[in-house]
C-alpha cells in the first residue's frame, strides 16, 4: 500500500505542487504540516569562481582587530 494522500486543488495551485512532487509530512501537535520538497539541485560547481575562504580570512582578520581595540 503507497499511503496516497489528495491535497485540494488550491492548495496545490498556492503551493506550487504537481502532480508526481515529492511533499514532505510531520507530525505537528494536534496535526499533520505538509510542505513541497524544493530540489535546490547539485552543489557541485556552485560556488565556482568565488573566494570563499579568502573572505572567511578577512572577516577573521576584521573581528580580531575589533576585538584588540576593546
Known sequence: MKGQVVI???LRDQFGIEPGDEVDFWDCDDHVAVRPV???GPLRGRFRGLD???????ERHAE???????
Not at 570563499?52 to 578577512?58: I, S, V
Not at 580580531?64 to 576593546?70: A, F, G, K, L, T
Open 8 to 10: 485540494p486543488k488550491d
Open 38 to 40: 524544493r530540489s535546490t
Open 52 to 58: 570563499l575562504a579568502g573572505d572567511l580570512e578577512a
Open 64 to 70: 580580531r582587530q575589533r576585538e584588540d581595540r576593546r
